[in-house]
């Protein structure tokens, strides 16, 4: 799809930016009252899992409404909660997200709205299609820390507008709350969550290899935890380049939203285990925010990320996202630590 193209996809856009807007508002609430309680808890995944759900049906509600025809590619389905053991945890979602869309929403059609991600895309003919992850970041949320909502929209497996919802990241305002957004060949903005008013405000990832201009100074961001990514091969990789900067751990797509930003030139994602591939909920939407900011993603093996192959990145293992200039270099320093391409 080219850039005029993409034009065309205003009403899309809105409508993504309401209802990231509008989820993300609903896991702030979930996690806020945690934080409150004092009860946020690893070992209790029911807050997450609210809010994870609650979030879906918010999207859904809308994609819904708007786009009745666009099946949505989610991470969620109702099954669980519609059988009498999760009575309790269903009644929990419902609340949520009839906060957010409204009293006369019923039960089973929140239970409706969250089962309308659980479209698979038919690899004959793609189409057009919507992928979201309702909470990208589950540790960081019941951390209280950082979580995103991420929807992206893709026609014909190439994605084409994505949208991130950074409740706890600093936004362009300098208060907690960041919308980033992205249309393909009509760059990348950042807005305040909660203004929704305000202008937004370009974003460009860093002209120079690093903060300083060199590799030296290039700022790492990765995963908080390390069964996400292989940080020993990361670590060799940032000796290798000699980078002093130590890495910078963050959660979920907000690591896209930092480099993005030009708040970082790196993020490594690297291949932990063989067979597994990448969800393409967790990266569509900040794959096109790093490039339409300038920047580059490819996988660890610095092939082109294709998602044309149903609901993961079949084709593909780990990622590499930098602000463009310092890329093959970090795919050159990162190569000799990686298995045989064929063996992951």
């Not at 997450?48 to 991470?75: C, I, M, N, Y």
């Not at 130590?246 to 291949?271: F, N, W």
């Amino acid at each position: 799809m080219n850039a005029p193209a993409a034009a065309s996809l205003s009403q899309e856009l809105e409508l993504a930016l309401v209802a990231v807007r509008e989820a993300a508002g609903v896991c702030t609430a979930v996690q806020r009252d945690l934080v409150a309680a004092g009860s946020m808890s690893k070992g209790d995944k029911s807050p997450v899992t609210v809010a994870d759900f609650a979030s879906q049906a918010v999207v859904a509600s809308h994609l819904a409404q708007a786009f009745p025809d666009d099946p949505l590619v989610g991470e969620e389905d109702a099954s669980a909660l519609r059988s009498g053991d999760e009575a309790a945890l269903a009644d929990q979602v419902v609340e949520h997200a009839q906060d957010a869309l409204g009293p006369d929403v019923s039960a089973e059609r929140v239970l409706d709205l969250i089962d309308r991600g659980n479209h698979q895309p038919d690899l004959a003919n793609l189409g057009r299609y919507w992928t979201l992850d309702p909470i990208d970041g589950t540790k960081g949320f019941l951390r209280g820390e950082q979580y995103a909502v991420a929807l992206g929209l893709l026609i014909e497996g190439q994605v084409v507008l994505g949208v991130l919802g950074c409740p706890n990241l600093e936004g362009p305002d300098g208060e907690p709350g960041l919308l980033l957004y992205a249309s393909i060949g009509q760059g990348c903005f950042a807005l305040p969550m909660n203004d929704p008013s305000a202008k937004p405000t370009p974003c460009r990832v860093t002209s120079a290899s690093g903060a300083g201009g060199d590799a030296e100074s290039a700022r790492f961001v990765e995963s908080v935890e390390s069964g996400h990514s292989d940080q020993g091969a990361s670590a060799a990789a940032v000796k290798a380049l000699g980078t002093t900067a130590e890495p910078v751990r963050i959660d979920s797509q907000c690591k896209y939203a930092v480099v993005a930003q030009g708040k970082a030139e790196v993020y490594l994602r690297l291949p932990t285990r063989k067979g597994y591939r990448e969800k393409i909920w967790d990266h569509a939407a900040g794959m096109l925010c790093v490039q339409e900011a300038g920047g580059r993603v490819t996988d660890a093996y610095g092939r082109p990320l294709k998602f044309d192959k149903g609901s993961t990145l079949a084709d593909n293992a780990g990622i590499i996202a930098t602000s463009g200039p310092l890329h093959d270099a970090v795919a050159e320093a990162v190569r000799p630590h990686l298995p045989d391409p064929a063996e992951v």
